[in-house]
């Protein structure tokens, strides 16, 4: 059985570092100036280097995200950029547009080319076309059923395909949406949506603006355009028989805690696919575990159903049981204890847990102190606390609490 790519998002050193910790196979990151514009999602190119050095030190890929719909104007910078982008290592560059593709061809011709699912490539002879261009990999359509992807990989099996197997769904078709860059000029297409399909609207009529109506959902009318997020980790085995090669997590944006716990999961999932094979089971916990995450719902999405529109959201909320509290800085061997940033707040007797890459264990943060040893009753967000650890904690993992 051919081992699967678990690809991650690392919005920055610190989630890429997280994604590495926890299991991931390979990253995608944003890069400063190549989205043509600064955002919270992209890395400073100094940051990348050091970034693709830790991931090639762990045998992980790192691919950079360049999948803007790039403009006459920014042209001039992409020709700087590409350069020093390729003097990182990094291991591919995602592009979306032939123009761009272009520029990396003369620019950097070692690089390998990976299509970005904004391209919407759904179809066999799409494949055969961008594989003419020299493109390495495509990301598919999200709107692609398992079976679909099945028939492509089968028809052009030398070409690497790349598939969303968890994270948010557009309602748009595969990222193409302005709804972002309108409501609050952050473009859903330079990879800083802000989500506004998950915003809660009222119609007005015009005559009557202090009369709204809320669209939402009830038994008989669907909410319109909050979709439930992509989960497939019930659906492995049938993920893995499509014959794609790259299993993608989507979320740039999202927190290092949520990296965490995803990547630890589907980690943990797939390993236990590929060694045992025709024994696998699918664990209960593991759904428990993404339950514990940033979510709006989980729907499979387009896998198993031809036409099937997005599942949509009657709760305007996220769903997530869990916060992070902390991640770890240093741990001390000699004194059995572990150097923690705290991340939001804490109190002594707060039911802790510290999530290791093949464990969970309860802290006891009773005993949380300062560095001269006093113990502290509460920590605020950015205090530096220590805690009691009998086992090694690797720098980077993270504590999390139930949501108070
Ligand atoms: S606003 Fe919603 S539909 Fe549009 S790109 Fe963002 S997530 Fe997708």
């Keep these: 059985m051919k081992k699967p790519e678990l690809l991650i998002p690392a919005g920055n050193l610190e989630k890429l570092r997280t994604a590495l910790l926890y299991g991931a196979d390979a990253v995608y990151v944003g890069v400063e100036g190549l989205s043509l514009r600064a955002g919270s999602s992209e890395m400073s190119m100094a940051d990348l280097a050091t970034g693709v050095k ?7 890929k790192v691919y950079a995200a360049a999948n803007t719909f790039t403009r006459n104007a920014d042209l001039k910078q992409a020709k700087i950029i590409i350069p020093e982008l390729a003097a990182t290592g990094v291991d591919a560059v995602i592009v979306s547009e032939p123009g761009m593709m272009k520029l990396l061809r003369t620019l950097a011709s070692n690089l390998p080319i990976h299509l970005s699912t904004q391209a919407n490539t759904t179809n066999i002879e799409s494949v055969r076309f961008w594989q003419e261009q020299d493109v390495k990999r495509i990301v598919l359509a999200r709107e692609l059923t398992l079976k679909e992807i099945g028939e492509i990989a089968a028809a052009v099996p030398d070409m690497e395909l790349e598939i969303f197997i968890h994270g948010a769904m557009c309602m748009s078709y595969s990222g193409r949406c302005y709804l972002s860059a309108f409501r609050n000029r952050r473009s859903a297409n330079e990879g800083d949506c802000s989500q506004p399909c998950r915003w809660e609207y009222k119609l007005c009529e015009s005559t009557r603006p202090n009369d709204p109506f809320l669209l939402e959902e009830d038994d008989r009318y669907s909410y319109l355009l909050s979709s439930k997020d992509l989960c497939l980790i019930e659906h492995l085995p049938a993920v893995l028989a499509s014959g794609a090669t790259s299993f993608k997590i989507e979320g740039r944006m999202k927190s290092s805690y949520y990296v965490a716990v995803v990547t630890r999961t589907y980690r943990q999932a797939l390993d236990a696919l590929i060694q045992q094979k025709g024994h696998y089971k699918f664990q209960p916990e593991w759904m428990d575990e993404l339950t514990k995450v940033s979510n709006r719902g989980y729907t499979t999405g387009f896998a198993f ?16 049981t869990h916060e992070p509290v902390g991640i770890v800085l240093q741990y001390d061997s000699a004194k059995k204890r572990m150097l923690v940033a705290v991340r939001n707040h804490l109190t002594a007797g707060d039911d802790v847990e510290l999530l290791l890459p093949d464990d969970t264990i309860k802290i ?3 005993m949380m102190a ?14 530096q606390i220590y805690l009691p650890l009998e086992k090694e904690a690797p720098v980077g993992a993270i504590l999390r609490q139930k949501v108070k």
Excluded: V
């Design 370 to 383: 300062d560095a001269k040893g006093n113990t502290l009753r509460e920590a605020n967000n950015d205090n």
């Design 54 to 60: 830790d991931a090639h030190a762990k045998s992980a």
């Design 305 to 320: 159903a031809e036409e099937k529109i997005n599942e949509t959201n009657p709760d305007i909320k996220y769903i997530q």
């Design 364 to 366: 006891d943060t009773r």
